[in-house]
């Protein structure tokens, strides 16, 4: 982009009808003094974001799996991406830099008129709770996301509830397959869904995952099986109250 003008000490630029803000990549960025800009643009409906970087060089489809952890504002971790290790950028971070609104205001229109569903999301990896917690937030649902199944069991025992629980399976202390054999067996939460995520679905993690009450186990990264499956799930337990 090769217009940028200034509003409210914030760089805009005029995209498709509407000023559109721009946010540098990194602290310290340099904004291109000739020609043009290169900037990834995020949009959802109206509302849109530029994220200014260096050079755009590749688009590409991949499996994510951070393999290290970030402790740099902004940034999830490291990945291999196409044989080369890169850095993966926390896109939620930037878009609330532009909007602090942005995934409160786009949520789904379909479930407005009513209480949002309560989402308790369990995953020890940031990346994914950072993945999933604006996903789920835009299509509608009020997520609460802690780290562990200790931590979720410490939510149950100060007495708050949820309409449906996503947990991963591979976490270090309490795993899924442990939590949720305690959320079935005790407390208050035995008739809440139960929704696995996992990076493996042999037949065996599956059966495995029924055994201990859940009700659907959903592949990492598979968002659209996810938000499938929740709305199914979802639509049962109402029929059945």
Avoid at 48 to 65: A, K, N, P, Q, T
Avoid at 88 to 98: G, N, P, R, S
Avoid at 147 to 153: S, V
């Amino acid at each position: 982009m090769d217009t940028i003008e200034e509003n409210d000490g914030v760089p805009v630029v005029q995209y498709r009808g509407r000023l559109m803000p721009l946010i540098e990549v990194a602290d310290g960025f340099t904004r291109a003094t000739e020609g043009r800009q290169q900037v990834v643009v995020f949009a959802d409906g109206e509302q849109s974001m530029g994220l200014m970087v260096d050079e755009i060089v590749d688009i590409v489809e991949d499996r994510l799996d951070i393999e290290l952890a970030s402790a740099h504002t902004g940034v999830l971790g490291t990945a291999v991406i196409g044989s080369k290790a890169m850095d993966v950028i926390d896109t939620a971070f930037y878009l609330e830099k532009a909007f602090g609104d942005w995934f409160k205001s786009h949520g789904n229109t379909a479930t407005n008129d009513r209480p949002s569903n309560k989402v308790l999301l369990v995953d020890d990896s940031p990346f994914f709770r950072n993945l999933l917690t604006p996903l789920l937030s835009v299509a509608g649902y009020e997520v609460t996301a802690v780290e562990g199944g200790e931590a979720a069991l410490s939510l149950r025992d100060a007495g708050r509830d949820f309409d449906v629980i996503v947990s991963d399976i591979e976490m270090p202390g309490m795993n899924g397959f442990e939590l949720a054999n305690e959320i079935r067996t005790n407390g208050p939460w035995t008739d809440t869904p139960l929704v696995a995520l996992s990076s493996f679905s042999s037949r065996a993690d599956l059966e495995k995952g029924r055994n201990v009450g859940f009700r659907d186990y959903i592949v990492k990264l598979d968002r659209d099986a996810l938000l499938e499956s929740l709305s199914h799930t979802l639509a049962i337990v109402r029929g059945a109250a």
